[in-house]
T-cell receptor, first 112, second 115 residues
């Protein structure tokens, strides 16, 4: 079992809709969780980080963390064509260390 | 402007050559990292450093080596490049945020092709 798992997609949503991206992780001791956006041929860009159970909102983005169920999700409201990218979930599995484990990413396409 | 830089952005080289991928950051971060990413695959940590003269191997075995002589500079070296080293190499640095945890920021990457 991989440390971090994501549905590879592709996920297609119409412009203006809510895109929902999910991620599960294997280690219950995981402390911090990150969502990165990666455009084709580019490097990952940090868009959200979350450490506590519940929701964290930043503009059109909401990260949701449920440690009991070991999943973290990212909601993108009012999706725009510019949101079309691969979204990477990353988890810090080892407390005290800084090693991030990445999922393979979910490819999102927003259709105009 | 504080940023993280990688050079070269693209490199095509023959088998057996020695190469150094450069990474520099002006963000004042102590911690730096090298990741490897193949197309459609997840990022894998190959090296990290918590400060000057500190280097550790990551989770993915790599034939590369790194050094950290200056805080802002974290170069990666391949003594003898092989086609299996063809990949994208991403450098990152991290800063401590609230809660005692780090957020990592990535440079633009170096796409290496070994013929």
């Amino acid at each position: 079992q991989k440390e971090v798992e994501q549905n590879s997609g592709p996920l297609s949503v119409p412009e203006g809709a809510i895109a929902s991206l999910n991620c599960t992780y294997s280690d219950r001791g995981s402390q911090s969780f990150f969502w990165y956006r990666q455009y084709s041929g580019k490097s990952p860009e940090l868009i959200m980080s979350i450490y506590s159970n519940g929701d964290k909102e930043d503009g059109r983005f909401t990260a949701q963390l449920n440690k009991a169920s070991q999943y973290v999700s990212l909601l993108i409201r009012d999706s725009q064509p510019s949101d079309s990218a691969t979204y990477l979930c990353a988890v810090n599995i080892r407390p005290g260390a800084n090693n991030l484990f990445f999922g393979t990413g979910t490819r999102l396409t927003v259709i105009p | 402007e504080a940023d993280i830089y990688q050079t070269p952005r693209y490199l095509v080289i023959g088998t057996g050559k020695k190469i150094t991928l450069e990474c520099s950051q002006t963000m004042g971060h102590d911690k730096m990292y090298w990741y490897q990413q193949d197309p459609g695959m997840e990022l894998h940590l190959i090296h990290y450093s918590y400060g000057v003269n500190s280097t550790e191997k990551g989770d993915l075995s790599s034939e590369s080596t790194v050094s950290r002589i200056r805080t802002e500079h974290f170069p990666l070296t391949l003594e003898s490049a092989r086609p299996s080293h063809t990949s994208q190499y991403l450098c990152a640095s991290s800063e401590l945020v609230a809660g005692g945890l780090d957020e990592q920021f990535f440079g633009p990457g170096t796409r290496l092709t070994v013929l």
